[in-house]
């Protein structure tokens, strides 16, 4: 009974920080590769679910709200609805989208506190920080601003320097200044609370051995922290918006959003459950070792999904530890880093305002920042779009369903006898099939685009030597086997483009009029598909239009303008 079983996976992507909307930098290295894999997973059947939600906690929403005159809460309402919007419009599907500003994850959060408290994995510490006395309060790094010890530009922050990218320590900057008030803060002594990290280095390097099948960049940023020898970490923090933290004499302090951050991962499939009128059921999926906890991120979250958070976890002893960490590099913005506080960024509904979804999905899936950083540039994307989605896949959907109309009187003809080119393009499906799923699998979302990509022009070189509107005058029967096989390969194809493009694969389901939704179909009998014959097809609609030059020159010009 034991392999019948569905695979049950629980995937999570990085949850977005609500103090500004979704930009393509997030969308590529987290959620469009975390999107492209569950869609396939479920197309697979296998026990999947799909977990993220709103981080609204931490120093930069205090930042924007400050700067706003506005709550914190405000600003993560804002932004908390706009992300979820972003997200349902480019068609990633979660099945829970929850916020840490919930009830239910304060609690949560504040129980596995106390449970790593009890058990003697958190211990107190004084420590010396900077302290405005005209905002009579402690300052987070992000508040303090300075002259870089480094490259000695103005402008460096307590924890970075943007001139020359480098971490810092708020006590390393020169000069340091109030951020809100510009005063010179003192440093004071406060008392903080620190998760025993140290600890579990040895348990964190065992268990990361076994870890042959993770990504490069993970194994070897976390074998640098490892060869550094890890320190116990604070968890909490001097402001007054995030989770407080739950102990007599910690009035003020709140858990670091990074400690409560990944818990969201637990209490969004806890609201998941409740929602679902089945409030357990989270528990089958973090309770059980048989469940793949996958957590797709960018590289700038490797350190806490793949050391601290484990380790939260190892500590804790109730959930399972993560078995994938596929996290991306960064994407580029026509060749230049991008940079939100510039407004170097392409906003996703800036993009939504102008073009559909679609077209944002493959390019970003086929140019994703798998292994090293890559570019959006403008004019790619138009030449990713035009020439392959246009003219490739939409080119031979457009012709073979105008031809079948004109033709066949938009019925699907039938094939008596197959021959062999046709044996042989059903067999490409069916090899290519089996070759996107295995890169899928292993999280090449890129690799299997491109593989997408091939399917449909094999399927054109297939359409032209087969030459229907040839044989349509000197073998009827010879035309309809091609229209016929040709359909096949489309229905399969619509099941297969789901991951990438799922706007356009209902599209061409529906054009096909195929039974239901194309997603209850099988990954694995995609290539079986077929009609009968006299089947009638939907309504033909143009799968994907072209994108003109002069529209993308008001893309180009519009981000050079709005940048500083
Ligand atoms: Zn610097
Ligand atoms: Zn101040």
Redesign the pocket.
């Known amino acids: 009974m034991e392999d019948i079983l569905p695979e049950k996976i629980l995937v999570t992507a990085a949850l977005p920080y609500a103090n500004g909307p979704l930009h393509l930098g997030h969308l590529a290295g987290a959620y469009i590769p975390a999107d492209v894999y569950v869609r396939y997973q479920r197309l697979k059947g296998s026990d999947v679910i799909f977990i993220c939600g709103s981080d609204e906690h931490g120093v930069p929403i205090t930042i924007r709200a400050d700067k706003e005159k506005i709550t914190p809460q405000e600003v993560v309402d804002r932004y908390h609805f706009m992300m979820k919007d972003s997200f349902r419009r480019l068609g990633i599907d979660f099945d829970n989208y929850s916020r840490t500003s919930l009830q239910l994850h304060h609690k949560i959060s504040q129980d596995i506190f106390l449970d790593l408290n009890r058990k003697g994995y958190i211990r107190e510490q004084e420590v010396k920080q900077l302290y405005c006395g005209t905002c009579a309060r402690f300052l987070p790094d992000r508040y303090i601003e300075g002259e870089?010890?480094?490259?000695?530009?103005n402008g460096?922050r307590g924890d970075q320097?943007?001139?020359?990218?480098?971490w810092?320590e708020p006590e390393q900057i020169i000069s340091p200044k109030c951020k809100v008030c510009s005063s010179s803060p003192e440093f004071r002594s406060t008392k903080h609370w620190y998760f025993r990290l140290s600890e579990f280095q040895k348990r964190l390097e065992e268990w990361q051995a076994s870890k042959e099948d993770w990504k490069s960049n993970v194994r070897e940023f976390c074998s640098g922290w490892f060869k550094e020898g890890l320190t116990d970490r604070p968890i909490t923090r001097d402001i007054d918006w995030g989770i407080p933290v739950p102990l007599p004499g910690a009035e003020g302090k709140v858990l670091y959003v990074w400690f409560d951050a990944p818990i969201g991962y637990i209490s969004s499939t806890v609201e998941w459950a409740q929602l679902q009128g089945t409030p357990e059921r989270w528990r089958d999926y973090w309770c059980d070792a048989r469940t793949r906890l996958i957590h797709f991120i960018g590289k700038d979250n490797i350190v806490f999904h793949a050391i601290v958070w484990p380790a939260v976890l190892m500590a804790n002893a109730e959930f399972i530890l993560p078995d994938q960490i596929p996290a991306n590099e960064f994407l580029t913005i026509e060749g230049e880093k991008l940079s939100t506080s510039r407004n170097w960024a392409i906003w996703a509904d800036e993009y939504l305002a102008v073009f559909p979804p679609d077209p944002l999905r493959y390019y970003l899936a086929a140019n994703a920042p798998e292994n090293k950083d890559s570019d959006f540039a403008w004019k790619d994307f138009q030449a990713h779009n035009n020439s392959e989605l246009a003219d490739i896949l939409g080119n031979l959907v457009n012709r073979s369903l105008s031809f079948i109309q004109k033709q066949f009187d938009g019925k699907t003809p039938e094939a008596l006898t197959l021959a062999n080119e046709d044996h042989a393009i059903l067999e490409t499906l069916k090899e290519a099939t089996g070759r996107i799923g295995r890169s899928l699998d292993a999280f090449q979302v890129r690799r299997a685009a491109v593989e997408l990509m091939d399917i449909a022009r094999a399927g054109n070189k297939y359409f032209n030597d087969s030459a229907p509107w040839s044989t349509i005058k000197s073998d009827r029967n010879r035309c309809a086997a091609t229209l016929n096989t040709t359909l096949r390969l489309e229905a399969a194809l619509s099941i297969l483009m789901d991951p990438f493009l799922p706007f356009s694969a209902e599209k061409l389901w529906k054009m096909l009029n195929g039974p239901g939704s194309h997603r209850d179909q099988r990954w694995d009998e995609a290539h079986k598909l077929s009609f009968p014959a006299g089947h009638k097809l939907g309504e033909r609609e143009i799968l994907f239009n072209k994108i003109e030059d002069d529209i993308i020159e008001v893309q180009i010009q519009k981000l050079r303008s709005s940048s500083t």
């Open positions: 870089c010890p480094h490259c000695h530009s460096a320097c943007e001139s020359c990218g480098r810092l």
